[in-house]
């Protein structure tokens, strides 16, 4: 099962904006509006920050938003914050493997 | 609050089998799907298995099908992950996830139990 393409690393100053893809295929991320975003901190268990490509649950701040283009989705951070610092993963419904995530994106504030 | 605890993890050899809990607290388990994803040491995340809130719907990922059995108990709140002829390349932390919910995403996880597999 192939995992969707995340840049392995994203870096971006405090105040900036930061945007991490994630590039599948028309089986998953470009047909479906299923694409899903996580924030991981280290020993932390994984928390959801995007569903449906453009949702934020509710606590999340307005501050990450989702897109997509095609067979690539992005999350856009804004207004970065030293917490913002993490790991993040997509993920997506697949016709051909019924879920599948990106590789991760470590993002660093420096 | 809302919860999920994972238990039964631990060290076993190539070829043994484990059986994984995940208690759900403070919310309505019949009502949602429920996932177990891995995270191999130093690795990304890995689906492993998503099972619907009846439990008539079961899907896994290639890697462990044949081998790894979701279930769950809808009187008892929890969902159980059967982990038979394990392999090395399962050494993982399994978390238990609530969903896939709208848009496909799981919104509530647990922490993890984590799973060896060493000779």
């Known amino acids: 099962q192939s995992a969707l393409t995340q840049p392995a690393s994203v870096s971006g100053s405090p105040g900036q904006s930061i945007t991490i893809s994630c590039t599948g295929t028309s089986s998953d991320v470009g047909g479906y509006n299923s694409v899903s975003w996580y924030q991981q901190h280290p020993g932390k268990a994984p928390k959801l920050m995007i569903y449906g490509v453009t949702n934020r649950p509710s606590g999340v701040s307005d501050r990450f938003s989702g897109s997509k283009s095609g067979d690539t989705a992005s999350l856009t951070i804004s207004g970065l914050q030293a917490e913002d610092e993490a790991d993040y993963y997509c993920s997506s419904y697949s016709s051909s493997t019924t879920l599948v995530f990106g590789g991760g994106t470590k993002l660093t504030v420096l | 609050q809302v919860q999920l605890v994972e238990s039964g993890g631990g060290l076993v050899k190539p070829g043994e089998s484990l059986r994984l809990s995940c208690a759900a607290s403070?919310?309505?388990?019949?009502?949602?799907?429920m996932s177990w994803i891995r995270q191999a040491p130093g690795k990304g995340l890995e689906w492993v298995s998503y099972?619907?809130?009846?439990?008539?719907?079961?899907y896994y990922a290639d890697s462990v099908k044949g081998r790894f059995t979701i279930s769950r108990d809808n009187a008892k709140n929890s969902l159980y992950l059967q982990m038979n002829s394990l392999r090395a390349e399962d050494t993982a932390v399994y978390h238990c996830?609530?969903?896939?919910?709208?848009?496909?995403?799981?919104?509530?996880w647990g922490q993890g139990t984590t799973v060896t597999v060493s000779s």
């Open positions: 996830a609530r969903g896939p919910v709208v848009g496909y995403g799981m919104d509530v």
């Open positions: 099972i619907s809130s009846s439990g008539t719907t079961i």
């Open positions: 403070g919310f309505t388990f019949t009502d949602y799907y």
